[in-house]
């Protein structure tokens, strides 16, 4: 596995994550590997918001894994709230 490069195969896989995400290792596992067929729903959870001053994005894109959203945010109005 090339850095930054992860997916769901035998060679780049969730038992490889942690050789470039060592925090993946284990119990915190990251990115997170998510078993469609194991996740119950939780009906008290609130929505998930998203929050950003869209001048302050430089650059929006699909990296195959997930939407990255590049910001130039020095006065840090932009984030993920905290409920």
């Known amino acids: 596995m090339t850095g930054n490069q992860w997916g769901y195969g035998e060679e780049d896989g969730p038992s490889s994550w942690y050789k470039d995400y060592p925090i993946a290792e284990g119990a915190r596992q990251s990115p997170i590997n998510i078993a469609p067929e194991e ?25 195959g894994h997930s939407v990255v959203v590049e910001f130039d945010d020095v006065d840090d109005r932009s984030g993920l709230p905290l409920l």
């Open 39 to 63: 996740a119950v729903y939780d009906h008290g959870l609130p929505p998930i918001s998203l929050h950003y001053d869209n001048c302050t994005s430089t650059n929006i894109s699909n990296n």
